[in-house]
């Protein structure tokens, strides 16, 4: 019995040809995948998409939230006042994501 991949990511070369769709059984599958292509949290194009130098990714049956957590990033500056600085995307631990069923 072939195991079922409910999670797809499709892309698109620079925004031409056709797009190239990848198959995952789980999301930590998916997320492993991602990290090998990502770029930082200024690359997201949403929750359902983000691009490198190369490419534009779509993501269907989960978003970027399912996989990690995007915060802002507020450093006290000398006189002690909070100052934005840059995000953040911290990726989950394979052990804490939830690979029970697709998102719709």
Request: aromatic letters at 14%; a negative charge.
């Amino acid at each position: 019995m072939t195991r079922r991949k409910p999670f797809k990511i499709t892309c698109q070369e620079e925004n031409r040809g056709p797009e190239d769709p990848d198959h995952f059984a789980t999301l930590a599958e998916a997320s492993k995948w991602i990290q090998g292509r990502w770029q930082g949290p200024d690359y997201m194009d949403g929750n359902e998409s983000f691009h490198n130098d190369f490419a534009i990714f779509r993501l269907y049956g989960f978003k970027l939230s399912d996989i990690g957590t995007k915060r802002a990033v507020f450093p006290k500056d000398k006189d002690g006042v909070e100052r934005f600085s840059h995000m953040e995307f911290t990726f989950k631990r394979d052990e804490d994501l939830d690979d029970e069923t697709a998102k719709d």
